[in-house]
C-alpha cells in the first residue's frame, strides 16, 4: 500500500513571496489533514479535511494560508505572502475516519524562509 | 482543553539499557493517548495508543506504555533499547469526546549510543 505522498520536500523562499505544498493521501482515506511542525515543537494542526469539506481551520492562520481538497482527493496547502516565522516541516496525514487513531503521515515538506 | 508535557528534550542512553520517556498530560475530560515516533526525515509513525481498558499498552518495536490516571502520565519504556531507536519521540492526547483534535507534546529525543 503506497503510503502519503507529499512534495517538494525542501523549500527555501524569500519572504513575502508565495509557496504551494501538495499532498497526495493514501487511496480511500476521507479525512486529510495538515500540521505545521516548528523546529523544537510538537506538530499543531492546521486544517483537516473530510473528503472534500472542511471540519476544522480554526488554527489556520487565514490572512496568508489557504488550503484546498479538490475532489476529495489530493490536497495543497499555500503561503502568500511568507513570514520567517512560516519556517517549518509541514506534515500531511490522512486517515480512513475521523478518529486520529488511523492517522498515517507523509515524509512532510521542510519550509525555510529567508 | 488538553495539554502534554514531555518534561525530558533529550534522553541519551547506551545500547542495550533501558529506557523510559516521561508524559504528563492536562484534561478535564477523558482522553485517548498516543505515542508517535519520528526518524530523521520522516513523518510521523503510531507506536501505540491507550485509548481504553488495559493501562499498560504495547507498541511496535518492543515499546510499552501505562496510562496512570491518577498521576496523570503515559510513560513510554522500552526493556533493551537498540542504535535504531534513535529518533524524535513525541506524546500526544486527544478528547475521547473531539478525537479529530490531537495535541502534541514538544518531543523527546531520544539518543542511543554503541
Known amino acids: 500500500e503506497a503510503g502519503v505522498a507529499q512534495s517538494p520536500r525542501y523549500k527555501i523562499i524569500e519572504k513575502r513571496q508565495s509557496v504551494a505544498f501538495w499532498c497526495n493521501p493514501i487511496?480511500?482515506?476521507?479525512?486529510l489533514y495538515w500540521y505545521q511542525q516548528i523546529l523544537g515543537q510538537g506538530p499543531k494542526l492546521l486544517i483537516q479535511?473530510?473528503?472534500?469539506?472542511?471540519?476544522?481551520d480554526s488554527q489556520l492562520p487565514k490572512d496568508r494560508f489557504s488550503a484546498e481538497r479538490l475532489k476529495g482527493v489530493d490536497s495543497t496547502l499555500k503561503i502568500q505572502p511568507a513570514k520567517l516565522e512560516d519556517s517549518a516541516v509541514y506534515l500531511c496525514?490522512?486517515?480512513?475516519?475521523?478518529?486520529?487513531?488511523?492517522?498515517?503521515f507523509g515524509q512532510g515538506t521542510r519550509l525555510t524562509v529567508v | 482543553a488538553q495539554s502534554v508535557t514531555q518534561l525530558d528534550s533529550q534522553v541519551p542512553v547506551f545500547e542495550e539499557a533501558p529506557v523510559e520517556l516521561r508524559c504528563n498530560y492536562s484534561?478535564?475530560?477523558?482522553?485517548?493517548l498516543f505515542w508517535y515516533v519520528q526518524y530523521p526525515n520522516q513523518g510521523l509513525q503510531l507506536l501505540l495508543k491507550?485509548?481504553?481498558?488495559?493501562?499498560l499498552v504495547k507498541g511496535i518495536n518492543g515499546f510499552e506504555a501505562e496510562f496512570n490516571k491518577s498521576q496523570t502520565s503515559f510513560h513510554l519504556r522500552k526493556p533493551s533499547v537498540h542504535i535504531s531507536d534513535t529518533a524524535e519521540y513525541f506524546c500526544?492526547?486527544?478528547?475521547?469526546?473531539?478525537?479529530?483534535?490531537?495535541?502534541f507534546g514538544t518531543g523527546t529525543r531520544l539518543q542511543v549510543f554503541p
Open positions: 491507550y485509548l481504553s481498558g488495559s493501562t
Open positions: 496525514a490522512s486517515s480512513t475516519d475521523s478518529t486520529h487513531t488511523e492517522a498515517f
Open positions: 487511496s480511500g482515506h476521507a479525512t
Open positions: 500526544a492526547v486527544s478528547s475521547s469526546y473531539n478525537t479529530d483534535k490531537l495535541i
Open positions: 479535511f473530510q473528503n472534500n469539506g472542511v471540519v476544522d
Open positions: 484534561s478535564s475530560v477523558s482522553v485517548y
